[in-house]
């Protein structure tokens, strides 16, 4: 099935899927516990990096859909050249994979499957 979001490049979508990935995050480590702002940041450092991304990715995949994978792949592959301050060029694809796939998620309105992943995320992290 083809739809408009599949005319999105990867690198839109990752665009999108960055702020609902970190939006996640935040209002988990909120619900989590009430910590300082500053000590929120630290831990949600943690969890939004490209290293700690391209590891949820990788464990995710044996639960994603053909579609998913495809959509994630496309992100993947079309990485921009450059990396992150912290973490190899493979873990900097595979990130933007990651964020690409919770981008094409959110811009199709797929909320329950975005909250299902995320939750397999939070469960990977021991919270």
């Known amino acids: 099935m083809h739809n408009k979001t599949d005319d999105y490049s990867p690198l839109t979508l ?4 960055d702020g609902v ?5 935040r209002g988990h480590l909120v619900r989590q516990a009430n910590r300082p702002v500053g000590e929120l940041n630290k831990i949600k450092v943690g969890m939004v990096n490209c290293t700690s991304q391209a ?5 995710l995949m044996p639960d994603l859909t053909e579609k998913e994978v495809a ?7 079309a990485a921009p050249k ?8 493979a873990d ?3 990130a933007t994979g990651l964020e690409a796939l919770f981008g094409y998620l959110y811009l199709n309105g797929e909320k329950d499957r975005i909250d299902e992943l995320f939750e397999r995320i939070i469960r990977l992290t021991g919270d």
Do not use: C, M, Q, W
């Not at 590891?55 to 464990?59: P, S, T, Y």
């Open 14 to 17: 990752a665009f999108v899927g």
């Open 21 to 25: 990935y970190d939006l996640l995050v």
């Open 55 to 59: 590891e949820f990715a990788k464990k």
């Open 71 to 77: 959509v994630y792949k496309r992100g993947r592959n």
């Open 82 to 89: 450059s990396t992150a301050k912290n973490g190899s060029i």
């Open 92 to 94: 900097y694809h595979s």
